[in-house]
């Protein structure tokens, strides 16, 4: 497994680092007093103003291989961990969520009507788009649990349903919707009940309630949201990939976006640690400064093993998903996606505990890095789905071989073990204990 970073790749990082150091850093207090001051459901200017510099330098739309001259995973990888250190930069360079699942959705099972209307805009920056796929009243956690529906009338779809956690969807440049509903709800197989299907966010019946915060935050950086969609009529055209389909497109749309959160969360987590030590070198407590304390080193010991842990990790997943896809690694990413959030939400946590009180309001803006981190455990499915996923596939590994007994080849293991402990081919045998 080569995991070396290509030389394209250490090109675009160093002109990405220095676009932050000069337009993204010097800018974060005033991105976090616009959303506080003007809200979720306005642009925010300093926004606005950076996305046309960012596309001019060529730092635009790097997530998408079809729009970055061919950058793998792996290559990205890198880029989308310097992006994670601030919570302004992901937009800036057209690469947050939700946009990035959507248009790889939109690019992977649209038509080229839907690339046309909806990707096109989007790629270029002109639009903003959500995802509607938790509910309030189920366990979305399992989303054979998703309620909404979607019924075909003539040539229309009718959708109904109320969404929440819709993210993107107070922004004003928001115009369109990724709804997920039940188009056959009677069907025996639990997976092929739900569809996917492309909503106008201005055709009538859709209706945002209202801005949901995230532990006191609202709309940084994703604007979630509460949805409800009455009576909607959208032209049959805008189902994507046809009936049944949802579940495929959903695992589509979810792999690379899992990995993008946890490539994020590690360029957190760096921009964290930097804090953390900055801060402890500087304040003194009882006589001496806080970096000499035994348990702050150890914290800042922990945590830069915490972080090459889950970078190698992540590295890993993404250049499993380049060689051999995204179904093959689904073990990695669901590894991943659990490993770096709580990582992530840890170091944070103890960077809190350096700043002091300080570090509980959002002066170092720690508090909304723990918010983020927090959130991300549930984001893509909480910890204990893709556990339980893990746990699985492992345990399908063994299932019914024992590659002791073939040279490592994975021989059928007897039923009966005792057959092996006499065959010798298991050590040591319960006569050695005799």
């Known amino acids: 497994m080569d995991i070396t970073q290509s030389a394209r790749s250490l090109e675009l990082a160093s002109r990405i680092e220095s676009f932050m150091a000069e337009h993204i850093y010097p800018n974060e207090r005033r991105y976090y007093q616009e959303a506080e001051r003007l809200g979720p459901w306005k642009t925010h200017p300093i926004v606005e103003a950076l996305k046309p510099i960012a596309r001019a330098a060529g730092l635009w739309n790097l997530f998408l291989p079809a729009h970055a001259e061919g950058l793998t995973n ?6 989308c961990e310097i992006m994670g250190r601030s919570h302004l930069a992901p937009e800036v360079f057209n690469c947050s ?11 992977r099972y649209g038509t080229e009507a839907q690339k046309e209307q909806w990707l096109r805009p989007l790629l270029a920056g002109e639009i903003r788009s959500a995802f509607a796929m938790t509910e309030p009243d189920v366990a979305s956690s399992d989303a054979t649990n998703v309620e909404s529906s979607i019924t075909r009338d003539g040539d229309d779809y009718v959708i109904n349903g109320r969404k929440w956690y819709t993210t993107g969807a107070t922004d004003p440049r928001c115009k369109i919707i990724i709804f997920m509903g039940q188009t056959d709800p009677a069907n025996p197989d639990r997976h092929r009940r739900q569809s996917m299907i492309l909503v106008p966010k201005d055709t009538p019946g859709v209706r945002v309630v209202r801005s949901l915060p995230v532990l006191g935050f609202y709309g940084v950086p994703d604007r979630a949201s509460e949805v409800s969609f009455t009576n909607v009529r959208v032209p049959a055209d805008n189902i994507l990939l046809g009936e049944g389909r949802g579940f495929e497109i959903a695992q589509g749309r979810l792999g690379p976006g899992r990995i993008h959160h946890c490539m994020r969360l590690i360029g957190l987590s760096e921009r964290t640690l930097e804090r953390m030590c900055r801060r402890a070198e500087n304040r003194v407590a009882f006589g001496k400064p806080i970096s000499e304390q035994t348990v702050t080193l150890e914290r800042i010991a922990e945590a830069r093993i915490m972080i090459e842990q889950a ?3 992540t590295l890993k997943a993404a250049y499993m998903m380049d060689t051999v896809g995204n179904k093959a690694a689904r073990q990695e990413i669901a590894m991943i996606k659990v490993i770096a959030p709580s990582m992530a939400q840890k170091i944070v946590d103890w960077a809190i505990q350096v700043f002091g009180g300080g570090g509980t309001n959002n002066d170092h803006f720690l508090a909304a890095a723990f918010a983020t981190t927090r959130l991300l455990r549930l984001a893509d499915g909480p910890d204990e789905v ?19 007994r073939s040279g490592g080849s994975g021989a059928p293991l007897p039923l009966d073990e005792s057959a092996a402990w006499a065959e010798g081919g298991l050590w040591p045998r319960p006569a050695d204990f005799a």
């Open 74 to 79: 792996l290559e990205y990888a890198p880029l």
């Open 386 to 404: 893709h556990r339980n996923q893990i746990g699985r596939l492992e345990l399908r590994r063994y299932r019914n071989t024992d590659p002791s």
């Open 97 to 107: 969520a939700p946009d990035t699942g959507n248009m790889e959705t939109i690019l």
């Open 311 to 313: 970078r190698l990790l």
